[in-house]
């Protein structure tokens, strides 16, 4: 069975249907991308993978666990982390207690110090900026802090949303290429929500497009740019 396995989900908001039938699968240390244009159910799909809302059908499996109808809390203890679209971070915190706060759930501790350091050897800005308050951070550094953050739980699975908005166009370059670096250096799986397909392909090999709500192609990322239908979703063409 998959790493992570998606099976026919339906989720509403009050009485609209914002997925139908979304099913996907992720084998454990591969890179995969969902894509698709604005309101087309990427972010959906991903607060109902990580348990921030639940499939009214359908199941969800995580490394052999059923986990729809978990508490985030829960999920993330057993793997999962997910970095939200526009970089939540704790503004008023410190760069590092920010990180720390990352790693609230775990009972290693003598393996934080080592995992915080090795987050700012990813993230050598940060480093520079460890004692700095988050809030004064610039939107790609914000981002690379939502990333080390989630990294500080430990996750076997990371999940990333829309990483390119509202960062400058070389930050956004880095960040791909860390969590690029993450996924086969650390053998970390990825699942990234991004709209920009041209850079989902640096990291992600397959990807599953959305469409209002419904997949309507899977297949090798670079097969996928040159399918008709896939230049009518980005371009109108």
């Known amino acids: 069975m998959a790493f992570l396995n998606v099976d026919a989900i339906e989720t509403y908001y009050g009485r609209i249907k914002a997925l139908e039938e979304v099913s996907l ?23 109902a993978i990580s348990g921030i809302i639940h499939p009214t059908k359908g199941r969800i499996t995580f490394q052999d666990r059923k986990i729809d109808g ?16 526009n970089h939540p971070v704790f503004p008023e915190l410190t760069v590092k207690e920010n990180l720390q706060m990352g790693a609230f759930i775990r009972n290693d501790k003598k ?46 699975l990371l999940l990333t949303d829309e990483l ?15 969590i690029g670096e993450l996924n086969r250096r650390e053998f970390l799986s990825l699942l990234i929500v991004e709209q920009n397909i041209f850079l989902a392909n640096t990291i ?11 997949i309507v192609l899977v297949g090798k990322i670079e097969e996928l740019m040159a399918e008709e239908e896939v230049k009518r979703i980005y371009v109108g063409a």
């Open 204 to 214: 992600a090999e397959r990807g599953y497009i959305l469409e209002k709500g419904r």
């Open 164 to 178: 390119s908005l509202g960062v400058a166009p070389l930050l956004v370059r880095e960040v791909y290429r860390i």
């Open 111 to 156: 393996n934080v110090k080592k995992d915080l350091d090795n987050v700012f050897n990813y993230f050598r800005g940060l480093h520079d900026r460890r004692y700095q308050h988050a809030g004064t951070l610039s939107g790609g550094e914000q981002q690379m802090l939502a990333i080390g953050r989630a990294l500080m739980s430990k996750p076997k």
């Open 70 to 85: 978990l508490k985030p809390a829960k999920i993330v203890k057993l793997g999962m982390a997910l970095v939200p679209e």
């Open 25 to 47: 699968n992720l084998n454990h240390t591969e890179a995969i991308a969902l894509l698709g244009s604005n309101g087309s159910g990427k972010s959906t799909t991903l607060k």
